[in-house]
């Protein structure tokens, strides 16, 4: 009650007695949503979007007064010299081909990318500076962000927000495949929200339900706006995401029915008081053309229809802020209920997706393959690939094969920066063509370099992890797309606008890959230093022993008392005397 009171206190803004925003702050907005969306096999993928919203020049380092807008990070933005900044943080891996697109897809592990402003002389120095805040901030192991896993793409990860120029020199890239996310990662993101964990969709973040699931994504994207339509002023946006999927094993229910108290172990029961907009949508699109095949309950005040990546989506809105909501019930459960079961024949390939591994035998060479599909009927499109390798796989350039449909496919535009060992990566960027319902493979050989023995992580036999491949591309729809107003659709429909109402943007992530070095016997050292001492133990022992002693020789002795009782009793028994 008394973070309620405190939460209402803030909403109700400066007032008599009061003072007000201090010089430079301007006007600030949250937005919450949650994204409820069935997937196959009883699966269900929630997803949620903070949007805080702040019109104030952070550049000019002339705000003093924070309200909503996180304190630690306008200042991170304003003394580093950030233009855009992109942080996520992902346990498991979406399946495309099952789950179907993402609203915002990430990579396994830790990403981050960064657009930097033109008045930034030395950005090395400043994206090793940010990228160690940020691991205090998030605690995450960001620090281990250096020149061995930063690249500078040219063609890839385009600004997103408000940009006057698209230098690519201004751009950082880097991805921690083997980062594991866990409470620690997301108490420090939740303490961002302007609400906190206390009232809201927040409420539902807890952490031991969030983490007993398949999938897990958590994400923190800052971008400069337009204020409004004229973009003569430019505001600054933040988005808080975070996306998890429940899978009926991992729950243990065993059932494909949902709910809210099933997923998260609890219930809304009112909206933030600092939100602006507080919104449930539920994703109860029919899966075919005869009969919808999900029911929700209770029965949403609203209906929205978009057309979302390329599909029709119909979606349950529920107003956390609507007075009417909470009158017949003091907490909101959503339930999903399948009327019955699907096929899952009747389920659409997304138009593009992609695989990614590794082939080859023994320790020496391999082979790293990619698959790419395009499952459109009739519409080619061109995709822009982006591979990051290690350095030491040292990449065999001139055995780059593309092939569709049986044919050579030449890149329309490439990209290669050779990797230097123990500073720098490979980077590798091609613009490929796609023919329309055809299967692109992209190989390339690899030679596995021997490390130092103090290069090893302490469990070598592992493995070692390669990020994942990065695709980007303007996908065509299927179903003609029209404009529809970015402020009522949900989530990230404003964070990735249409260029046209004829296709979408997607980026998609293949799987990360994990490759076996040449590896040595670790234990070897400790069996040499075990029978070194041994052995030394031994021989000096035993030198030291026959060294030093002393020999005396004894004189034999006639025996005392005792001895001669002893010989007494012998002699009367016939035995030999001692």
């Not at 059932?255 to 539920?282: E, G, H, I, N």
Request: charged fraction near 20%.
């Amino acid at each position: 009650m008394l973070a309620a009171a405190l939460l209402l206190l803030l909403a109700a803004g400066p007032g008599p007695g009061r003072a007000g925003p201090g010089p430079g702050a301007g006007r600030d907005a949250l937005r919450e949503e949650l994204l409820l969306s069935p997937l196959p096999a009883g699966d269900v993928a929630a997803t949620f979007q903070f949007r805080t919203r702040w019109d104030a020049d952070l550049q000019r380092g002339a705000v003093s007064h924070y309200r909503l807008f996180p304190k630690a990070l306008g200042r991170l933005v304003a003394a580093l010299g950030v233009r855009e900044l992109h942080l996520a943080l992902t346990q498991g891996f979406w399946r495309t081909r099952a789950w179907g697109q993402p609203p915002l897809q990430a990579p396994a592990g830790a990403e981050l990318w960064v657009w930097f402003q033109p008045t930034v002389t030395d950005v090395d120095k400043a994206w090793k500076e940010l990228s160690n805040i940020l691991s205090g901030i998030f605690c995450a192991s960001l620090n281990f962000i250096d020149s061995t896993n930063t690249v500078t793409p040219t063609a890839s990860f385009k600004p997103l927000g408000l940009a006057n120029g698209t230098d690519h020199h201004l751009l950082r890239y880097a991805v921690l495949p083997r980062e594991v996310v866990c409470t620690e990662n997301l108490t420090p993101w939740k303490k961002l929200l302007p609400c906190g964990s206390k009232a809201g969709l927040a409420v539902l973040l807890k952490a031991e339900r969030l983490f007993h699931s398949s999938y897990h994504s958590q994400a923190v994207h800052i971008r400069p706006i337009c204020r409004d339509a004229s973009c003569l002023a430019v505001s600054w946006e933040l988005r808080q995401t975070l996306t998890v999927v429940f899978d009926t094993f991992s729950s243990g229910q065993g059932k494909k029915d949902w709910s809210l108290f099933k997923m998260f172990s609890r219930t809304l029961t009112d909206a933030c008081p600092l939100a602006s907009q507080s919104k449930v949508y539920v994703d109860i699109s029919p899966k075919n053309k005869e009969k919808e095949l999900l029911e929700v309950t209770p029965p949403p005040a609203s209906v929205h229809e978009a057309i979302v990546q390329g599909d029709k989506r119909t979606y349950a809105v529920y107003d956390l802020l609507s007075p009417s909501l909470f009158n017949t019930s003091r907490s909101l459960n959503v339930q999903l209920k399948w009327k019955r079961p699907q096929d899952s024949s009747e389920l659409p390939t997304p138009v593009l997706h992609a695989q990614r591994y590794v082939s080859g035998y023994g320790l020496q060479t391999g082979e790293i393959s990619t698959l790419i599909y395009n499952t459109h009927p009739y519409r080619a499109f061109p995709v822009i690939l982006l591979e990051t390798v290690p350095w030491y796989l040292r990449l065999y350039v001139h055995t780059l094969t593309i092939i569709t449909k049986g044919k050579e496919n030449k890149p329309s535009y490439i990209h290669y920066q050779p990797a230097q060992d123990r500073r720098r990566p490979h980077l590798l960027e091609m613009l490929i063509q796609l023919p329309a319902n055809s299967v692109t493979k992209i190989t390339i050989q690899f030679e596995r370099a021997l490390l130092k023995w103090t290069e090893y992580p302490p469990d070598p036999n592992h493995g070692f992890y390669v990020s994942s491949s990065v695709l980007s591309a303007l996908v065509p729809s299927v179903i003609a797309m029209k404009d529809v107003d970015a402020e009522q659709s949900p989530l990230f429909t404003s964070l990735f606008p249409s260029s046209d109402g004829s296709s979408y943007f997607v980026r998609l992530y293949t799987e990360p890959l994990l490759v076996n070095l040449p590896t040595p016997d670790f234990s070897m050292p400790y069996n040499v230093i075990c029978l070194t001492c041994t052995v030394v133990a031994v021989c000096y022992g035993s030198f030291y022993n026959l060294l030093t002693r002393t020999f005396h020789v004894e004189e034999p002795s006639r025996g005392g008392l005792a001895k001669r009782l002893a010989n007494i009793i012998r002699k009367f028994r016939g035995v030999p005397p001692l």
